[in-house]
Protein backbone atom coordinates (compact mmCIF):
# COMPACT_ATOMS: atom_id res chain seq x y z
CA UNK A 1 0.00 0.00 0.00
CA UNK A 2 1.09 3.71 -0.59
CA UNK A 3 -0.07 7.19 -0.36
CA UNK A 4 -0.02 9.60 -4.09
CA UNK A 5 0.36 13.04 -3.38
CA UNK A 6 0.11 15.84 -6.43
CA UNK A 7 -0.94 18.94 -6.70
CA UNK A 8 1.49 21.09 -5.62
CA UNK A 9 3.66 23.68 -7.65
CA UNK A 10 3.49 27.26 -8.09
CA UNK A 11 0.92 30.03 -6.95
CA UNK A 12 1.25 33.88 -6.01
CA UNK A 13 0.16 34.94 -3.19
CA UNK A 14 -3.40 35.09 -2.64
CA UNK A 15 -3.40 32.65 -5.28
CA UNK A 16 -5.05 28.74 -4.76
CA UNK A 17 -3.86 25.48 -5.27
CA UNK A 18 -5.53 22.19 -4.56
CA UNK A 19 -3.49 18.90 -3.33
CA UNK A 20 -4.81 15.39 -3.47
CA UNK A 21 -3.55 12.23 -1.52
CA UNK A 22 -4.75 9.07 -3.17
CA UNK A 23 -4.33 5.69 -0.93
CA UNK A 24 -3.59 2.61 -2.95
CA UNK A 25 -5.59 -0.62 -1.78
CA UNK A 26 -8.64 -1.45 0.23
CA UNK A 27 -10.63 2.39 0.90
CA UNK A 28 -11.58 0.86 4.54
CA UNK A 29 -8.60 -0.25 5.77
CA UNK A 30 -7.46 3.61 5.89
CA UNK A 31 -8.40 6.08 8.88
CA UNK A 32 -7.55 9.68 9.25
CA UNK A 33 -6.07 11.81 6.56
CA UNK A 34 -3.90 14.12 7.28
CA UNK A 35 -1.43 17.02 5.56
CA UNK A 36 1.76 17.91 6.74
CA UNK A 37 4.51 20.13 5.66
CA UNK A 38 8.15 21.53 6.33
CA UNK A 39 9.35 24.44 5.31
CA UNK A 40 13.32 24.64 4.67
CA UNK A 41 15.32 25.28 8.30
CA UNK A 42 11.65 23.94 10.23
CA UNK A 43 10.64 21.07 11.51
CA UNK A 44 7.78 19.28 9.79
CA UNK A 45 4.10 20.64 11.16
CA UNK A 46 0.61 19.93 11.05
CA UNK A 47 -1.26 21.93 8.33
CA UNK A 48 -4.99 19.72 8.20
CA UNK A 49 -6.57 16.51 9.60
CA UNK A 50 -10.10 14.46 8.76
CA UNK A 51 -10.95 11.37 10.22
CA UNK A 52 -13.35 8.78 9.07
CA UNK A 53 -16.27 10.31 9.76
CA UNK A 54 -15.29 13.64 7.87
CA UNK A 55 -14.44 15.92 10.76
CA UNK A 56 -11.23 18.34 10.17
CA UNK A 57 -8.96 20.03 12.24
CA UNK A 58 -6.22 22.69 10.84
CA UNK A 59 -3.04 24.48 12.31
CA UNK A 60 -4.23 28.05 13.31
CA UNK A 61 -1.59 29.29 10.86
CA UNK A 62 -4.36 27.95 8.08
CA UNK A 63 -7.73 27.98 9.73
CA UNK A 64 -9.82 29.67 7.16
CA UNK A 65 -7.40 29.45 4.12
CA UNK A 66 -7.18 25.73 3.58
CA UNK A 67 -9.91 23.17 4.04
CA UNK A 68 -9.53 19.40 3.62
CA UNK A 69 -12.20 16.83 2.56
CA UNK A 70 -12.24 13.35 2.06
CA UNK A 71 -14.42 11.28 -0.49
CA UNK A 72 -17.49 9.52 1.49
CA UNK A 73 -16.12 5.69 0.63
CA UNK A 74 -12.96 6.29 -1.28
CA UNK A 75 -9.38 6.83 -0.20
CA UNK A 76 -8.69 10.11 -1.56
CA UNK A 77 -8.39 13.44 0.46
CA UNK A 78 -7.97 16.55 -0.63
CA UNK A 79 -6.30 20.03 0.81
CA UNK A 80 -7.69 23.31 -0.81
CA UNK A 81 -5.58 26.01 -0.23
CA UNK A 82 -6.89 29.26 -0.64
CA UNK A 83 -5.47 32.99 -0.14
CA UNK A 84 -1.76 31.93 -0.24
CA UNK A 85 1.15 33.42 1.70
CA UNK A 86 4.88 33.24 0.97
CA UNK A 87 4.65 31.27 4.28
CA UNK A 88 2.87 28.86 3.32
CA UNK A 89 5.83 28.00 0.82
CA UNK A 90 7.15 24.00 2.10
CA UNK A 91 7.21 20.83 0.78
CA UNK A 92 3.93 19.34 1.70
CA UNK A 93 3.43 15.61 2.73
CA UNK A 94 -0.19 13.63 3.29
CA UNK A 95 -0.15 10.88 5.90
CA UNK A 96 -2.93 8.11 6.84
CA UNK A 97 -3.02 5.08 9.01
CA UNK A 98 -3.51 1.50 7.18
CA UNK A 99 -5.00 -1.31 9.27
CA UNK A 100 -2.89 -4.17 8.27
CA UNK A 101 -1.21 -7.00 10.24
CA UNK A 102 1.75 -5.32 12.28
CA UNK A 103 3.57 -8.61 13.64
CA UNK A 104 2.49 -12.16 13.60
CA UNK A 105 -1.12 -12.29 14.35
CA UNK A 106 -1.49 -8.79 15.36
CA UNK A 107 -3.32 -5.81 13.91
CA UNK A 108 -3.32 -2.20 14.05
CA UNK A 109 -3.15 0.76 12.37
CA UNK A 110 0.47 1.20 10.71
CA UNK A 111 1.00 5.04 9.63
CA UNK A 112 2.13 5.83 5.99
CA UNK A 113 4.02 8.83 4.14
CA UNK A 114 3.12 10.29 0.69
CA UNK A 115 6.12 11.73 -1.19
CA UNK A 116 6.49 15.33 -0.86
CA UNK A 117 5.26 17.86 -3.18
CA UNK A 118 6.82 21.21 -3.48
CA UNK A 119 4.42 24.41 -2.93
CA UNK A 120 6.02 27.39 -3.96
CA UNK A 121 4.46 30.73 -3.38
CA UNK A 122 5.62 34.24 -4.71
CA UNK A 123 4.92 37.60 -4.54
Known amino acids: VQLQASGGGLAQVGGSLQLSCEAS????????FGWYRQAPGKEREMVAR???????DYSDSVRGRFAMSRENGASTAYLQMNSLQREDTAVYYC??????????????????WGQGTLVTVSS
Open 95 to 112: NAEHFEEISPSRYGWAPY
Open 25 to 32: GNAAAWSD
Open 50 to 56: VDSRGNT
